[in-house]
């Protein structure tokens, strides 16, 4: 298994307060993203990044930002949470471009309850 | 990316070939077959992907029709551990930026 970590596993916290949660690689892997999946939904896109400092919003980024200082590290910020963002967070690394190409890994995931 | 389709359930008996079919009709000629799948409350799980070519794997197998519009994973001899919702996901290789859609799956219940 690829070497994702994710912390912390399980959040409960109030409406209106700050959350950050954090990806850890040990692949020095290029490309990391934040997914949310939701019954019904899927997975979906949040924000990645392409780089250290280099982010991009995904499909759901509304109410979410990201952070990226280290090639190992990729953090997501609720601002200020609410209820709507209840949901399982995972993490992926990917390294486009090599004989691995862009395959996926994904961690472990995180579970946050908003209340 | 191209959407696909995949039954919603399937069964399989321990020990036996599981075989989850995905259907990919509007696949473009530079778009790969993925497979994933996910054991419940895990991060999904790459399992293997492939452009034309039949493919292997330690994990499982992947047949692609001639004309690319369809692709079966074969699990060669499935175990209680195996049993998981399955995503069959077509994307353009190399574009790390794109989101991979996972739509609903194939929930494969391997039975004693």
């Known amino acids: 298994d690829?070497?994702?970590?994710?912390?912390?596993?399980?959040?409960?916290?109030?409406?209106?307060?700050?959350?950050?949660?954090r990806?850890?690689?040990?692949?020095n892997h290029r490309y990391m993203y934040w997914y949310r999946q939701d019954p019904g939904h899927g997975l979906r896109l949040i924000h990645y990044s392409y780089g250290v400092k280099d982010t991009d919003k995904g499909e759901?980024?509304?109410g979410y930002s990201v952070s990226r200082s280290k090639t190992e590290d990729f953090l997501l910020t609720l601002e200020s949470a609410t209820s709507?963002?209840?949901?399982?967070?995972?993490?992926?690394?990917s390294e486009a471009g090599t004989?691995?190409?862009?395959?996926?890994?994904?961690?472990?995931?995180?579970?946050?309850?908003?209340? | 990316?191209?959407?696909?389709?995949?039954?919603?359930?399937?069964?399989?008996?321990?020990?036996?070939a599981a075989n989850l079919p995905c259907n990919h009709s509007t696949i473009s000629g530079n778009e790969y077959v993925y497979w994933y799948r996910q054991i419940h409350s895990q991060g999904p799980q790459y399992i293997i992907h492939g452009l034309k070519n039949n493919e292997t794997n330690e994990m499982a197998s992947l047949i692609i029709t001639e004309d690319r519009k369809s692709s079966t994973l074969i699990l060669p001899h499935?175990?209680?551990?195996?049993?998981?919702?399955?995503?069959?996901?077509?994307?353009?290789?190399?574009?790390?930026?794109?989101?991979?859609?996972f739509g609903t799956g194939t929930r494969l219940t391997v039975i004693p």
């Open chain 1, 2 to 21: 690829a070497g994702i970590t994710q912390s912390p596993r399980h959040k409960v916290t109030e409406t209106g307060t700050p959350v950050t949660l």
């Open chain 2, 78 to 101: 499935a175990t209680l551990r195996d049993t998981a919702v399955y995503y069959c996901i077509v994307r353009v290789w190399g574009t790390g930026a794109n989101n991979l859609f």
């Open chain 1, 84 to 93: 709507s963002q209840t949901s399982v967070y995972f993490c992926a690394i």
């Open chain 2, 1 to 16: 990316d191209a959407k696909t389709t995949q039954p919603t359930s399937m069964d399989c008996a321990e020990g036996r």
């Open chain 1, 99 to 115: 004989s691995g190409g862009d395959t996926q890994y994904f961690g472990p995931g995180t579970r946050l309850t908003v209340l």
């Open chain 1, 23 to 27: 990806c850890h690689q040990t692949e």
């Open chain 1, 60 to 62: 759901v980024s509304d």
